[in-house]
């Protein structure tokens, strides 16, 4: 057993920039040898993930639209990538949003609007894509989902918000799909990520106070990056992490194991 993912074949859900944690993991599994496909969601999107998809040591560069939102869509891309390539052997769910207002302030204040929003976008996507990739049989051989969560979701972190809630609800639905997926060796698993400067926590109020008191109060003293997030994404892509299920792994210097 290694850590080589030479002759699989992974879809990459989430890039938007290269601070992107989407970025961090398809650079770890890209040096591992694996064939990566991306998805953007708008065509706003699409140059820049290209560009990104094209500095990689890849054959050839797969780069498909993927709205989350649009059922219509996700079954598309995935029909397109069974036509391309057949089969894959994992995902890399790396898919948020909220409307910046209601990550500020109050979550007594989120409206019934924004919190279907934020739950669609952030939590529904995983199962939307997971039953998606069951009913095309994509991940015949067994395959490893993994999706990124956010502390916020297990504690109350100020200004996350309607997100939080969000990612409790993706957590939940983790240990669910692990569960109904199981039985088809797919597993199912969540990275809990440290905070790190990316265009979605740009939108985050305070977040330059959550990236100070992390690296005052973490374990180990200091940030996390999405190289380490990478990484901790291609062990659970590899069959090292065949026994590992419905699991949220913590990727924050260890900072959710601080008390008071
Ligand atoms: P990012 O802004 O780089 O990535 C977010 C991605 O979500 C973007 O690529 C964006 O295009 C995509 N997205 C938004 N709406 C979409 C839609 N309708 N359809 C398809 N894609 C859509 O930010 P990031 O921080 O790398 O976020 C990736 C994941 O990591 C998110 O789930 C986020 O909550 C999680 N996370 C981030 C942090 C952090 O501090 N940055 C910490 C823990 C978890």
Redesign the pocket.
């Known amino acids: 057993m290694n850590l080589s993912l030479e002759g699989k074949t992974y879809v990459i859900?989430?890039?938007?920039?290269k601070?992107?944690?989407?970025?961090g993991i398809s650079q770890s599994l890209s040096k591992a040898g694996a064939k990566l496909i991306f998805?953007?969601?708008?065509e706003r999107?699409e140059k820049n993930v290209r560009q990104l998809a094209d500095s990689l040591d890849q054959e050839e560069t797969i780069v498909l639209p993927?709205?989350?939102?649009d059922d219509a869509e996700i079954e598309k891309t995935f029909q397109d990538i069974k036509d391309k390539v057949g089969h894959i052997d994992g995902l890399a769910?790396?898919?948020?949003?909220a409307n910046k207002e209601e990550l500020d302030g109050d979550y007594l204040n989120t409206t019934r609007d924004g919190f279907m929003l934020a739950h669609s976008?952030?939590s529904y996507?995983l199962t939307a894509v997971a039953k998606v990739i069951r009913d095309l049989d994509l991940m015949k051989e067994g395959g490893s989902i993994v999706?990124?969560?956010?502390?916020g979701g297990e504690r109350i972190v100020k200004n996350y918000n309607v997100?939080g809630v969000a990612?409790a609800s993706l957590d939940a639905s983790v240990q669910y799909l692990a569960n109904d997926l199981g039985k088809e060796s797919i597993r199912v698993n969540a990275?809990?990520?440290?905070?790190?400067?990316?265009?979605?926590?740009k939108g985050i109020g305070g977040?330059n106070d959550v990236l100070q008191e992390m690296e005052e109060k973490a374990p180990l003293n200091r940030l996390v990056t999405?190289e380490e997030v990478g990484d901790t994404a291609l062990f659970l892509m590899s069959d090292l992490a065949r026994g590992i299920t419905g699991e949220t792994i913590h990727v924050d210097a260890g900072y959710n194991k601080v008390g008071l």
């Open positions: 859900m989430g890039v938007a920039n601070r992107s944690i989407a970025w998805t953007y969601a708008g999107m993927c709205d989350i939102t769910h790396c898919i948020a949003f976008i952030s996507s999706t990124m969560t956010y502390l997100m990612k990275i809990s990520a440290g905070p790190i400067r990316t265009l979605s926590a977040f999405q």
